[in-house]
């Protein structure tokens, strides 16, 4: 599927060169588990089965986790509105609308391809951004729509999932406590291994959202032409952050490399290393930049 969104080479190059490397990982992190373990066919089967899950159903899984509800034009006549007319403009297909009943000033894409895509858009955004602005907010999701790089970050977020899991199960389960010295041999490998693939596969994949949010947001000022409007957005989300109840953001915060910016924000604290997005700051000077280059009035 093609659309007017300008191809970006760059992204993806960085998204092919993350998968190949997640992919590296996942065969070494499998393999180890074999040999560790001696359950091949257990393994392989568990490991494939929540991939498939995680690919096939991961915009029901989003959704059911954010308590969103796809939305008919009748019942959001505005909304479809503006998403009509988007798509015409990138000449791509319109993927379903949800409506999230959060006062989470955000918006996120899901789904595994374009014809499995949808944009949810939180009722507090609804609420809070100009039309102008909320273009701005819609087209940069459809961007990640266009570029697939939705269905990718799904993909490459699961082997870190999968490592986390494994790390629980054998810190929970009792292994490590066993007077078995092979046994307590094993659960230190599998706790290396797991820890150490989880590590990388969190970092990979913090520097692809990152860029991606950048390209995104590269391809929504193009699209729309007023890369003012989404600064101004993207502005007024970040101020609006700070009136949320913490406990309200982190338990949005699991979803941050899909929303359009973190719903908490004090993780920039710990560096941009380990954040899913860049800092505000990069994000409004990047968009200047386009500005300027369009000759944007205002």
């Known amino acids: 599927m093609r659309s007017r969104f300008d191809t970006d080479r760059q992204l993806t190059v960085r998204m092919l060169t993350v998968v190949f490397l997640l992919g590296l990982l996942y065969v070494a992190f499998v393999a180890a588990l074999v040999v560790l373990l001696k359950s091949t066919v257990l393994i392989i089967v568990i490991v494939a089965a929540l991939l498939a899950a995680q690919y096939w159903y991961s915009d029901r899984i989003v959704l059911f986790a954010m308590h969103a509800h796809e939305v008919t034009p009748e019942q ?4 479809h509105g503006a998403v ?3 798509c015409a403009l ?8 949800a409506v999230s009943d959060s006062d989470l000033p955000n918006a996120f894409a899901t789904g595994r391809d374009a014809d499995h895509a949808v944009l949810c858009v939180t009722s507090g955004l609804l609420r809070r951004l100009e039309p102008a602005e909320l273009d701005g907010v819609l087209a940069h999701e459809l961007s ?4 697939r790089d939705v269905a990718v970050i799904t993909i490459a977020s699961f082997l870190g999932v999968i490592a986390g ?8 389960s009792g292994i490590g406590r066993r007077r078995d010295q092979n046994t307590a041999l094993i659960f230190a490998a599998v706790m290396v291994i797991s820890t150490t693939v989880y590590a990388l596969s969190f970092l990979l994949i913090r520097a692809l959202s990152r860029y991606r949010e950048l390209a995104a947001d590269r391809s929504a000022a193009q699209l729309t032409g007023r890369p003012s409007a989404l600064a101004s957005a993207l502005v007024k989300v970040d101020g609006e952050m700070a009136g949320i109840p913490t406990k309200d953001l982190r338990t949005a915060q699991s979803f941050n490399a899909f929303f359009f ?10 560096g941009n290393l380990f ?8 994000r409004l000077d990047a968009l200047a930049k386009i500005s300027a280059t369009m000759g944007e009035s205002g």
């Open 76 to 79: 959001s006549p505005q909304l």
């Open 84 to 86: 009509d007319r988007l």
């Open 90 to 97: 990138a000449d791509m297909p319109k993927p379903r609308i």
């Open 144 to 147: 990640h729509v266009a570029h």
């Open 165 to 172: 899991l494994v790390v629980r199960f054998a810190l929970y």
């Open 261 to 270: 910016t973190p719903a908490f924000t004090k993780e920039r604290s710990l």
């Open 275 to 282: 954040s899913t997005h860049p800092s505000l700051q990069q």
